[in-house]
């Protein structure tokens, strides 16, 4: 799993300073928050979850297989990629606020039950070790 994340991380990377070069290049920053949120909860975050598995959960009693660990991936990656997407369209002015911030809303706490279902594996991890 700390691999999967690994790579995950670096696409978010490349995806979010494409993002940026895109801006400085055009001097249209209207896309900053969509920027900052790609660098910070697809890169910085899924980078911080390899460090996890790779540090205390893949030595740990078996805790980097199951059900638990799929769901969090999951749940990480989905609310990612829609948080993007919709801070994409919203400040691309392609969709109304009104329009995608239920969506917005949906994906950021996906984003969020990543980050409990991560602690989860921790404080288990904690307690196998």
Do not use: N
């Not at 979010?16 to 900052?36: E, F, K, N, P, W």
């Amino acid at each position: 799993m700390d691999k999967r994340y690994l790579l995950t991380a670096f696409s978010y990377a490349l995806l979010g300073l494409m993002l940026g070069l895109y801006m400085a290049a055009s001097h249209d920053h209207g896309q900053l928050v969509t920027h900052a949120h790609i660098m910070m909860i697809g890169f910085l975050i899924s980078f911080s979850y390899a460090l996890c598995y790779r540090l205390w959960l893949e030595e740990s009693s078996g805790c980097h297989k199951g059900g638990l660990v799929t769901a969090q991936f999951w749940l990480h990656q989905l609310g990612t990629l829609g948080v993007a997407i919709g801070l994409f369209l919203l400040y691309g002015e392609f969709v109304a606020l009104e329009v995608v911030d239920p969506f917005l809303a949906i994906a950021s706490f996906s984003v969020f039950g990543g980050v409990v279902l991560m602690m989860v594996q921790l404080l288990k991890a904690k307690q196998a070790g």
